[in-house]
Structures are given as structure tokens and as C-alpha cells.
């Protein structure tokens, strides 16, 4: 099948009509990737007035400064891939960076980097400037991301070029993916993105895994290969300003073009995570032995745990926080598919196939759960 466009959704330029059409925009992008389970991108961010442009933030000297600051000294040497070589190096930022400036082509990544507090935790944050107002429900641990139940590290850090890439993979535990370029060199640097939906995420999965090598993240299909798929897989650049955002099992590679970009990624786990995690992704997670099949297990236990008090709370004080009656009914909603996932956790660990619990908690605690949620 031809490769097929993203929906793409430009973001408002004034101030007055982010106000007017910016939660909007955010909705349309959060439908197409939660219910019609395509890939949104929502352009132009870089020139929203909120984005900050002071001392080139978030360029490659900001980031390096940055985490200095973090280190309180000179940035610490960090794990650099060698793409060419299949090697991996310790190099400070600063002399990362130099690397890349002295040719056009570099098979150097630095992937999966942490970034420094400047940029996401410090407030306000240079992300949260870059991504406030409408914006913010995208942020991790915002919006309807339940990895506030279990929080975990998801933001990460792709500095590169021309030469580097990310080979094909699926983002743990099923979750959504986010990736923003927050710095290019020029109008010729862009990232290379090429997607299978999470329609077709399972049978990618089932066509593909024969060969063992979609798991180690290694290799990287050809345009040709993909466009002769059965189904649509989506092809886009991502410039400066532009964030991707992925359903749920979306399968994705990454080429980076032109000069150096940076890019800030990180995931949330929505209801539509969830469930499809419990009922594709931690079967097949458990047989590749994959520890991702421990992480939604314990969001949905904490999260019971922790909407079952919230909702007490409410019942018993008429907290002002949830009074109203949509939010109430949401959180009553959620509750409830909170406890359907977690007791298909619990019969599927439980089942004739397997005989050992796998998720981290003693077969005393699943019965006591079982019963106190029966
Ligand atoms: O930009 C890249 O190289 C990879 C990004 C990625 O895999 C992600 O954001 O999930």
C-alpha cells in the first residue's frame, strides 16, 4: 500500500487564536492517535511567542551548560552510540558536539540522553514554555497519563545528524509516544519518520518477528519494503517546532537528515494503553521475556489502589475537586476499567498456561486483591 500522510495540525501563530482554537487542535491530535489510532504531528510550536528563545535555549550550547549546571562542574562524559561501528563511547557533550561539526555525516547518536533540570524540571521548565497553555495536557505526567500511578522516567534526549538513526521499535507497555525538535541547525535538518499504526501493530508484529530482530531494536526497513506492506504505513520530516505523536503499539524509525537536531521524547500511558498493553502487549512481552510486562500490572494496582481512595474522599467530604458531575462520572468510569484490567492481570497470571506469577507481588496478595475487589 502507498505510504500514506500523517494529520497534520498547524498550530495557531497569535496569542488570540491559540486561545480560540488551541484546545481544539490539541483534541484533534489526542482523537487521531486515542480513537482512530493514526499519527498526528502538530507543526510550528517554534513560533508560538511562549517559545523560549533566551540564550539559544535548547540549543547544543544551552543543553551542554545545562547540564553542567546539573553537574556543578564540567557536564559529565555520556554513552554515545556509534551507529557505523556498533559501538558505544563515552563522550562529554561538548565533545560530541565538536565531533559533529567537523564533517556533514556522523553515524554518532546520542540517544536516550537525560536532559538537564533546565529544560524539564526546574520551573518553569523550558519544555513546559514551550509546551504551556492548551499544550500542557501533552506533558508527561499530565493530561490522562496514568504513569502518574507508578511514576517513571520517560523523557529522553536524540542529539544528532545526517548518518544516525533510530532502527524500528515499539515504545514499552504500550504506550504513547511524543517526540519533539526542539533545535535544528537549518531549514534543510529534519528527521526521517516512517510509522506503522497500532492498527497494524500486531500483525507487523506477527509477519515480522520470525527473523528475532524487531525486539533489539537494530534494523531499519527501506521505504521500498514498507510501501509493499498490505497496510498503510505513514512516512513524514519532522522539522524544528514539529512534535509526532504515536498511538499506542505504534511501530517507528527514526532518520535523522541534514545537520544536527535535538529532539526531547517521552511517553503517557492513556486508557487505550492500557488496555491494548493487557490484552497484546503483555502477552507478547512475556513471551520474549521482556520486564515491561511488570510495569502495567502495578499501574493499575496503585491506580485502584488510589482512584478507590480519591473516590472515597469525594463520597465522604464532597471534595470540590471532583463535585462536579462529568468529572465525577469519568473518575467512577475509570475506576471501573481500572479494576476490569487489573482482574484480566490477575486471571491471565493465573491462567492453565501460566503456572509462575510473573508480576512482582505474592500469589497471597492476588487472592487478597482478587477477593477484596469481588
Ligand atoms: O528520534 C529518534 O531517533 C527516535 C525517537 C523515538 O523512538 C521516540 O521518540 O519514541
Not at 554513552?79 to 559501538?87: K, N, Q, R, S, W
Not at 500486531?202 to 497496510?231: I, K, N, T, W
Request: aromatic residues 10%; hydrophobic residues 40%.
Amino acid at each position: 500500500m502507498p505510504l500514506t500522510e500523517p494529520l497534520r495540525v498547524a498550530w495557531p501563530t497569535s496569542p488570540a487564536e491559540e486561545a480560540a482554537s488551541g484546545e481544539a487542535s490539541v483534541l484533534k491530535a489526542l482523537t487521531c492517535i486515542r480513537s482512530q489510532f493514526g499519527v498526528a504531528v502538530i507543526t510550528g510550536l517554534n513560533k508560538r511567542p511562549s517559545w523560549p528563545r533566551h540564550n539559544g535555549a535548547f540549543s547544543p550550547a544551552d543543553l551542554v551548560s545545562g547540564l553542567a549546571a546539573d553537574s556543578q562542574g564540567p557536564a559529565l562524559p555520556v554513552p554515545i552510540h556509534d551507529l557505523h561501528h556498533e559501538t558505544e563511547t563515552a563522550l562529554t557533550p561538548a565533545s560530541f558536539f565538536t565531533r559533529l561539526h567537523e564533517t556533514d555525516e556522523s553515524s554518532l547518536y546520542w540517544k536516550d540522553g537525560r536532559l538537564p533540570l533546565s529544560w524539564t524540571s526546574e520551573s518553569p521548565h523550558q519544555l513546559e514554555e514551550a509546551m504551556g497553555g492548551p499544550l500542557s495536557p501533552l506533558l508527561p505526567l499530565s493530561g490522562g497519563d496514568h504513569q502518574r500511578f507508578c511514576p517513571a522516567e520517560t523523557l529522553m534526549l536524540y542529539a544528532g545528524k545526517k548518518g544516525s538513526y533510530t532502527a524500528l521499535h515499539w515504545d514499552p507497555a504500550a504506550s504513547e509516544s511524543y517526540n519533539i525538535m526542539v533545535h535544528s541547525d537549518d531549514e534543510n535538518t529534519s528527521a526521517e519518520w516512517f510509522v506503522v499504526p497500532t492498527c497494524y501493530a500486531l500483525q507487523f508484529y506477527e509477519r515480522f518477528r520470525v527473523r528475532g530482530d524487531l525486539m533489539c531494536h537494530v534494523r531499519m526497513f527501506s521505504a521500498a519494503e514498507l510501501d509493499a506492506l498490505p497496510y498503510p504505513v505513514y512516512h513524514f520530516h519532522q522539522q524544528v517546532g514539529d512534535l509526532v505523536l504515536l498511538g499506542p503499539l505504534s511501530w517507528h524509525q527514526v532518520r535523522n537528515q541534514g545537520g544536527t537536531s535535538i529532539k526531547v521524547s517521552w511517553s503517557q500511558l492513556s486508557i487505550a494503553s492500557l488496555r491494548l498493553a493487557v490484552a497484546f502487549h503483555i502477552p507478547v512481552c512475556q513471551r520474549t521475556c521482556t520486564p515491561v510486562s511488570y510495569g502495567v500490572p502495578l499501574v493499575l494496582m496503585n491506580g485502584v489502589c488510589t482512584l478507590t481512595e480519591e473516590l472515597c474522599l469525594v463520597l465522604s467530604h464532597d471534595s470540590p475537586r471532583l463535585k462536579s458531575k462529568p468529572a465525577f462520572i469519568h473518575h467512577v468510569n475509570t475506576l471501573s476499567t481500572f479494576l476490569k484490567l487489573f482482574f484480566r492481570c490477575l486471571v491471565f497470571e493465573w491462567s492453565e498456561e501460566n503456572h509462575e506469577p510473573l508480576i512482582p507481588f505474592s500469589g497471597r496478595a492476588h487472592v487478597l486483591l482478587y477477593m477484596h475487589v469481588v
